[in-house]
């Protein structure tokens, strides 16, 4: 989703990015770039430098756009550039900003949602998702993730739901299919335990390694992260390799079963 130094209507991502309705994934947030000012202001210097793959100058940048003028554009751009550099919660945070000033911004609430799915959270992604299509009544994706995080915190009735909702309101035809493909494969997954006895019941939301969890649950987790990045910088190729080898090397069943989700979903978008 793009957003407008104004926070105003959101407008087309660029065509070189993927399409957000083909992946579960972060988009990267964008503002319209104004000429015609000696100085640019802060949003708009954040994004050319975000572009440049400066993001650390870019995030100083978006934190000075905060301080100038808080705005939804200003707090989703600071967002998507945290989770960027690896900072899942800042940026979710950073999110959740936005929408205090923009409430009824489906797009960031479906970002969010991703973000918070990805992070561990279903519950938290049940609940943006939600808003996001009662805010878009045909908003296909959201309806559909919305299963996958039901599915993640084992309700899998509503999950089904959702996904037979999400494929009769799907109008492409190969985003249909593709909904199709995971709802038949995550339905088979739910015939037989996903995470084994005495796995958490919250789904993926297992802890973060502490002092004793294997070292590479640990560098499995750092390539989980990086993929993430990848995928929000539009590098796919290098997004799928680092997913498949984070899921060879985690060990917490809850985690690799949400690894598997986002792996199937991100190569059916090829």
């Known amino acids: 989703m793009a957003v407008s130094a104004g926070g105003a209507r959101p407008v087309a991502a660029s065509p070189a990015r993927l399409p957000m309705s083909t992946r579960l994934a972060l988009v990267v947030l964008a503002v319209v770039l104004v000429g015609g000012c ?25 934190d000075e756009a905060v301080r100038e003028q808080p705005s939804a554009a200003a707090y989703a751009n600071r967002g998507t550039t945290r989770i ?15 929408l205090q000033l923009a409430p009824n911004d489906s797009e960031i609430l479906f970002n969010r949602g991703n ?61 249909r299919a593709a909904m199709e493909r995971r709802a038949e494969a995550l339905g088979r997954e739910a015939g037989a335990p996903a995470s084994g006895p005495g796995a958490p019941a919250s789904g993926p939301g297992a802890p973060a390694a502490g002092p004793d969890a294997p070292a590479d649950s640990g560098a499995g987790r ?24 984070a899921l060879a090397l985690e060990t917490d069943p809850g985690r690799r079963a949400a690894l598997q989700d986002l792996l199937r ?6």
């Open 265 to 270: 979903m991100w190569e059916e978008a090829r």
């Open 84 to 98: 960027r550099l690896g900072d899942t919660a800042g940026g979710i945070a950073d999110f959740t900003s936005a």
């Open 38 to 62: 000696a100085k640019p202001p802060a949003l708009e210097r954040g994004l050319m430098l975000y572009e440049q793959g400066r993001y650390r100058r870019a995030l100083a940048t978006f």
């Open 115 to 175: 973000a918070r799915l990805v992070a561990g959270d279903p519950k938290g992604a049940i609940a943006d998702f939600t808003r996001a299509a009662e805010l878009r009544p045909t908003f296909a994706l959201a309806v559909f993730n919305r299963g996958i995080a039901r599915h993640r915190s084992g309700d899998a009735l509503g999950a089904r739901a959702d996904w037979n909702e999400a494929i009769k309101l799907a109008k492409n035809p190969e985003v």
């Open 222 to 245: 750092e390539l989980a992260r990086r993929a993430l990045d990848r995928e929000l910088a539009g590098d796919h190729t290098g997004a799928l390799a680092d997913l498949k080898s």
